[in-house]
């Protein structure tokens, strides 16, 4: 069975920057797109930045040019980078992960990591 492990987050400053990591683990036939998501208190879980095993990417527009996100060679783990904190980016960070999980599956499946926080030191 695919698991996701988060690593980074926590307490950052804003104007600062955040490096988020995602490993994934288990056996399945084929990545379709790995990244992250975030998600404010009371709002929907919105897309940060995503990146195909091939390295196309897709990021919100409220981070372009401050996003870099990679995966490593063995499709394994995806890194985030996002500088330049404002407030609006201390939320809760969430993985994301759409695989196929067989050869002969029909369509894909997501999964998603159980969330690190983003904030500000009180």
């Known amino acids: 069975q695919e698991r996701l492990v988060e690593s980074g987050g926590g307490f950052v400053q804003p104007g600062g920057s955040l490096r988020l990591s995602c490993a994934r683990s288990g056996s399945v036939f084929s990545v379709k797109r790995m990244g992250w998501y975030r998600q404010a208190q009371g709002k929907e879980r919105a897309l940060v930045s995503t990146?195909?095993?091939?390295?196309?990417?897709i990021s919100a527009d409220s981070v372009k040019g401050r996003v870099t996100i990679s995966i490593d060679n063995a499709k394994t783990t995806v890194t985030l980078q996002l500088n330049h904190l404002n407030p609006e980016d201390l939320d809760v960070y969430y993985c994301?992960?759409?695989?196929?999980?067989?050869?002969?599956?029909?369509?894909?499946?997501?999964?998603w990591g159980q969330g690190t926080p983003v904030a500000a030191p009180s």
């Open positions: 994301f992960l759409e695989i196929r999980e067989y050869k002969f599956s029909t369509g894909y499946v997501e999964l």
């Open positions: 990146i195909t095993p091939r390295g196309d990417t």
